[in-house]
């Protein structure tokens, strides 16, 4: 069977950089969705998150069936909360909030979510998340009830990530929070990608080729960007495939 992680590990493997667009199902309006995917597909995106903070019940499955007919690229649920749950997915980010002390957002929605985890064809994928200070109250903040972690303390950062690592997870996020006013640090996504073997996701607050650029230069091997494309999708025109 396909495994979107096993597909992820092929492309790093050949030095491939990877780019998921974050979808918000809050955020998007079904007259323009077909024009943005039109965008989408054409340029260099390789994976389409689909997730928010805080979505209205149902709104997620419905937007997910909506992609599936507009895509071939696998659709990976990035979840604010277990509604956001849905089968018609490929794969669910299994975010453990690994930078923050709230045993909700640690174990206790992944125990709530198993009902609907049981029988699914989803694919799981145990995901480290550490939220790191950007200058501003992010919604995972506000959301988690946790606080970031500082980014001056790039040794605690670096530890939090081995330690989620050690844990057995296989994805490491780095996030800023979506629309952070300052991307994660070059410094920090270098020295956490030296630290861990499992691939290195970084979003937030990433808005031009060249933050995406310096992204990749710096270790990242999958960026997420949502907010520069629902702000203005001719920001895919910069990046479009060959
Ligand atoms: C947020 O990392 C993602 O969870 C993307 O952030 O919306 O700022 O691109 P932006």
Request: charged content about 25%; hydrophobic content about 40%.
């Amino acid at each position: 069977m396909k495994s979107i992680y096993n597909e992820i590990l092929q492309a790093i493997a050949k030095e491939e950089k990877l780019l998921a667009v974050l979808i918000d199902p809050d955020n998007t309006k079904a007259e323009s969705l077909a024009s943005f995917m039109l965008k989408l597909n054409t340029s260099i995106a390789t994976h389409i998150f689909v997730g928010g903070s805080t979505v209205e019940k149902g709104e997620t499955e419905k937007l997910v069936k909506a992609l599936k007919k507009l895509s071939d690229l696998p659709i990976v649920i990035f979840p604010g909360d277990i509604s956001q749950i849905t089968n018609h997915a490929d794969a669910l980010l299994f975010l453990s909030l690994i930078s923050g002390r709230n045993p909700e957002y640690l174990i206790g929605k992944h125990v709530a979510s198993i009902s609907k985890l049981r029988n699914t064809n989803l694919e799981v994928i145990p995901t480290g998340y550490l939220l790191i200070e950007n200058g501003k109250e992010t919604a995972v903040q506000r959301v988690s009830g946790t606080e970031p972690l500082k980014r001056r303390e790039v040794q605690v950062i670096k530890d939090t990530a081995k330690a989620g690592e050690f844990l057995g997870m296989k994805l490491i996020y780095l996030e800023a929070g979506s629309g952070a006013t300052h991307p994660i640090e070059s410094n920090i996504i270098s020295e956490v990608k030296q630290q861990i073997q499992v691939p290195l996701i970084v979003g937030g607050g990433i808005r031009s080729k060249e933050a995406l650029d310096a992204a990749y230069a710096s270790g990242a091997d999958m960026v997420v960007i949502g907010t520069a494309f629902e702000e203005d999708d001719t920001f895919f025109n910069k990046l479009k495939r060959d």
